[in-house]
């Protein structure tokens, strides 16, 4: 059996290595390589090399694939000295990378010859542990967390989609929660409304919901609108910056205003709407250019021909489901990770259980985000959906 | 020339509580009147005076909003599942 040194020197000679001169000139060049820090985390945490990933040693089989899927893509790996990565370049082989090069003199000599180098920020001991299994993985990671909470979401509603939608929002970290609404807890919201609870019946929801989230997780800072969306607030709760907008909103002239807020502030809005034992679900992001919610319904219904919300009932359990996909479509485009619901809308039938989806197509026509917009300030619809007063 | 008709929870005050129809028809004009005729009370709901598809209701075959296609002139191929879809505030 050959020793420690032996085998080091025999794998040297089967891989590839490059200097840190020649490394820095291939992550300068075009088809930049991956760069894999396969060093241990507290290594790590003291300084890397700008743009590295880091999968420790004992990790790098099992999570390279999800990192570099195309077994041609060029991978340099680094450690500290230059040794374990001659190890870890071997492993790579092993499992069909063909252009992997272990960084000769690792980090060390990176540093030593005046290259720059970068501080990853990363989370303390407490965060780690909340949201260690969003490290586990891939597709998240410390990167990812670090994302969610620098994340900021605004919620139309405390209500039965806004309930599970802020709750796994908070929980999983987003840094930021503004919560729009002006109404007060009730006995009849308590059937599905999961953020709040009998002892905060006529408290406002927004209150209610911050307290709520901040005893689930003191990571998120909760900014409660004790107010209802207007063309006269609008303007001024989206200047308070966010990244995506969750609709839960349980009247037209809401989801009209903020549709039409979200296409001009060019911000991803996620749609859930729900009835009796149905549900709709869908992302509207005309940035990236999906369609918007006047692409699908130019316009509200007259009151005449709407249904009223509070007559037509909900199955509790129903917000629950649409409203946690909603938090699901968030959280994903927050990471900028998988396929959103732009562009089809997600059917659920809770009777039948079955889930199906139809095309949402931009509308050139459309009056807002269309070639020719006639809609380019603030409609407010006539109330009629919740049984509240008339306003216009 | 039988198509399978999905009507939502929120029309189905004026189905008699019916959440699927067979109705025989070539095009979704053809298709809908079958089904006004079976449902008198769906037609103002779902269509103007004009015939014209309201403005808060889509109708999609195999998952294709016919406002795409060619409206409710598409033609429905046998055995085709038409969906009815009004927009929902609930919330």
Known sequence: MPSYRELLAQLRSEIEEVDVVRARELLAADGRPLLVDIRELDEWSEG?????????????????????????????VYCAQGNRSVFGAKSLE????????????????????GFDTELPRSLDGAKRQRYSRHLLIPEVGEEGQMKLLDSRVLLLGAGGLGSPAALYLAAAGVGRLGIVDDDKVDASNLQRQVLHSTSRLGEWKAESAKRTLQELNPDVDVVPYRERLTSENAERILADGWDVIVDGADNFPTRYLINDASVWHGIPLVHGSIYRFEGQLTVF?????????????????????????????VLGVLPGIVGSL???????????????????????????TEFSEVKLRKDPACPVCGDNPTI?????????????PAQV | MAVTVKIPTQLRAVTGGVSEASVEGTTVAEVLDGLFAQFGELRERISDEQGTLRRFVNVYLAGEDIRFLDGVATSVPDGAELTILPAVAGG
């Not at chain 1, 699901?328 to 039948?352: I, N």
């Open chain 1, 48 to 76: 890397r090399i700008p743009g590295a990933i880091h999968i420790p040693r004992g990790n790098l089989e099992s999570r390279i694939e999800a990192a570099a899927p195309d077994k041609s893509q060029p991978i340099v």
């Open chain 1, 94 to 113: 092993e499992l069909g990378y063909e252009n992997v090069v272990s960084l000769a003199g690792g980090y060390v000599d990176w540093k030593r010859s």
């Open chain 1, 285 to 313: 992001d005309t940035k990236a250019g999906g369609p918007c919610y006047r692409c699908l319904f130019p316009q509200p219904p007259p009151p005449e021909l709407a249904p009223s919300c509070a007559e037509g009932g």
């Open chain 1, 326 to 352: 909603q938090a699901s479509e968030a959280l994903k485009l927050c990471l900028g990770v998988g396929e959103s619901l732009s562009g089809r809308l997600l059917l659920f039938d809770a009777l039948a």
């Open chain 1, 376 to 388: 380019t300030e603030y409609v407010d619809y006539v109330e009629f959906c919740s049984g509240r």
